[in-house]
């Protein structure tokens, strides 16, 4: 199993962006699809996740509102619209998967056991 991540960059606060996250190697149908992210000098932190069944999401109070995710079956792509983007939302972002299905949100790092090699976010003020 392999994961993509992609679509990081520089933006102006204010901006948006669109992280994508490829799967490969299995579907993920049934599956929760989680992104993190690690701050300079901050431990990894929970953003968000989606159901890939019905497409329910749950957000992190940081982001919620400003962030949403989405899935598309067809390309087992997972992604992540930012939008209003904040300095403090300046890190790399992860998305990653478990092993096993199942319907039970997933919030923490542990929960998961594929990452992708992280996409690099600096939002400037």
């Known amino acids: 199993v392999q994961l993509q991540a992609s679509g990081g960059g520089l933006v102006q606060a204010g901006g948006s962006l669109r992280l994508s996250c490829a799967a490969s190697?299995?579907?993920?149908?049934?599956?929760?699809m989680g992104w993190f992210r690690q701050a300079p000098g901050k431990e990894r932190e929970f953003v968000g996740a989606?159901?890939?069944?019905?497409?329910?999401?749950v957000y992190s109070d940081s982001v919620k509102g400003r962030f949403t995710i989405s899935r598309d079956g067809a390309k087992n792509t997972v992604y992540l619209q930012m939008s209003n983007l904040k300095p403090e939302d300046t890190a790399v972002y992860y998305c990653a998967a478990p092993r096993t299905y199942g319907s039970t949100w997933l919030l923490r790092e542990y929960e998961y056991d594929y990452w992708g090699q992280g996409t690099e976010v600096t939002v400037s003020s």
């Open positions: 989606i159901k890939w069944v019905g497409g329910s999401t």
């Open positions: 190697g299995r579907s993920f149908s049934n599956y929760v």
